[in-house]
């Protein structure tokens, strides 16, 4: 499953630089699926949506820190363990009930966002 922010977040941004999929952003801010990945031109994404890689997309919080559940892998590939939890000095970084994902979707998911 992917990791979410709780509204409990701080806003103390150590979560932010741990993610190696660039799936952290800053309350407010814009993101995009090519961030941090190798993904460029057109992603089609699981529901079949064709998007821009490049392309802005709206922010999911305006408030606090938040993760971008379709770049989220719990850094499966990385690390042993989530690096935006094991940082948060508040413990809101928590599984998202929302988005259940077992370990080979997680890496399926790791490996085409980093094509090598």
């Known amino acids: 499953m992917a990791i979410m922010i709780t509204d409990e977040c701080i806003n103390c941004g150590a979560c ?4 190696p999929n660039t799936a952290i952003y800053e309350g407010g801010v814009e993101w995009n699926w090519s961030g941090g990945t190798s993904l460029t031109n057109e992603v089609k994404l699981e529901d079949g949506t064709v998007v821009d890689a490049n392309e802005m997309q709206e922010p999911i919080s305006d ?25 948060c000095p508040v413990d809101c970084c928590v599984d998202d009930p929302d988005m259940r994902e077992s370990e080979e979707t997680l890496m399926e998911k790791k490996e085409w966002m980093h094509q090598e």
Not at 16 to 19: F, G, I, R
Not at 78 to 86: D, K, L, Y
Request: charged fraction near 25%.
């Open 16 to 19: 932010e630089p741990e993610c």
């Open 63 to 87: 408030e606090f820190y938040y993760i971008v559940s379709g770049k989220c892998t719990e850094c499966t590939g990385f690390h042993e363990e989530p690096q935006c939890a094991a940082v």
